[in-house]
């Protein structure tokens, strides 16, 4: 099972490049009015399918047991809604003065608006062997709670396309997230044993249609001539997410050891990433759907592409190193209980 999640993972990392490629040899394919017409099948058919197929795959019957650890919910999701996207705001004061692309400083800040991922926190805390049944719940939950909060974070900080008023944006949102999902989420309830017993390879279909999403976005991007990426910035912006990231991830477990936290050594690990990591699969659509029409949207997708396969990268090499922590003070606290 490990390594098919490893090949789809490598499948998805080699999909966006070709799909960046191919956008820059052929843009007109994928230009709005162009012959895939993605201001219809993107807009509204891709973004949709990804929600319904959300629906069908999260399994919310089996997150009940995790409810009670509500201390570390809270934890999670202030930390990824709250913290995460005002400190980025903070640090992009700074930031500001610099000569990198103006854009992809924007970029970074729509990074940090965005709910946790589905699968990744999930994986990683399970290879680990973490709280997973904390780390599904937050990822899902966190899901739910991004379709409401990522765009107004995104309008909050951002701003959106000036050719979008707010009330069109939040009925789109809703046609083609909140709709979706909950329809999913009710075909789910009928069709559960089967989905269990065929496990339909709802990544992969969530996959292909993303890397559409992403195809069409950078065909815009390609077809404009006014739009100029240099290589200063993006190297920059390399270096940035890379440090974010970490600097994330000390910092959660710094918060989440502390004697009074009131955390086990499992919850530390689903914490660390769940806190940390961030959705593209949810994010690229919205997105999509906040600055429609924006001539800078593919550059302002640029970070949240770069810090998918960042925290992806960076927790897998991290795995063995916080399992050896983990295990380490798992045994010191059997050590220090008293014998009765």
């Known amino acids: 099972m490990r390594l098919l999640e490893r090949m789809r993972k490598d499948w998805f990392m080699i999909g966006i490049v070709l799909a960046i490629a191919g956008a820059k040899l ?5 230009v709005n009015g162009g012959p895939l017409k993605p201001e219809i099948t993107v807009s509204y058919i891709a973004v949709a399918t990804i929600f319904f197929n959300s629906g069908l795959s999260l399994k919310t019957e089996e997150l009940t047991s995790a409810l009670v650890h509500l201390k570390l919910h809270l934890f999670i999701q202030i930390f990824t809604l709250a913290f995460f996207p005002a400190t980025i705001w903070l640090f992009l ?3 500001s003065i610099t000569p990198i692309n103006e854009w992809l400083l924007k970029g970074l800040q729509t990074v940090g608006c965005m709910p946790p991922p589905v699968s990744s926190a999930v994986i990683l805390t399970k290879a680990v062997g973490g709280n997973e049944a904390a780390a599904i719940f937050n990822s899902a939950f966190g899901s739910f709670l991004g379709i409401v909060i990522t765009p107004l974070l995104l309008l909050l900080f951002l ?3 000036s050719s979008v008023p707010f009330t069109s944006i939040f009925s789109q949102l809703f046609m083609t997230v909140v709709v979706p999902l909950i329809i999913g989420q009710i075909v789910r309830r009928y069709i559960k044993d089967w989905l ?3 496990k339909p390879p709802f990544g992969a279909i969530s996959s292909s249609v993303l890397l559409m999403i992403i195809y069409t976005t950078f065909c815009d991007t390609f077809s404009n ?4 990426l240099d290589k200063f910035s993006l190297v920059l912006i390399l270096v940035i997410i890379f440090s974010i990231q970490l600097s994330f991830m000390l910092l ?3 918060f989440s050891t502390r004697n009074n936290s009131g955390f086990t050594p499992a919850d530390t690990v689903a914490i660390i990433f769940c806190s940390t990591h961030k959705s593209l699969t949810l994010g690229i659509p919205m997105l999509k759907i ?3 029409g924006h001539e800078h949207l ?3 997708s640029v970070p949240l592409l770069i810090y998918h396969p960042a925290q992806i990268l960076l927790g897998s090499v991290l795995v063995p190193t916080i399992k050896s922590w983990m295990v380490s003070r798992q045994k010191g606290v059997k050590l220090t209980r008293p014998t009765v």
């Open 93 to 95: 004061q700074l930031l």
């Open 196 to 198: 269990e017993r065929k």
């Open 225 to 228: 001539p006014n739009i100029d």
């Open 252 to 254: 959660t477990f710094v």
């Open 298 to 300: 593919s550059l302002i």
């Open 26 to 30: 052929e843009p007109s394919m994928g």
């Open 159 to 161: 701003g959106s396309s």
């Open 290 to 292: 906040v600055f429609a």
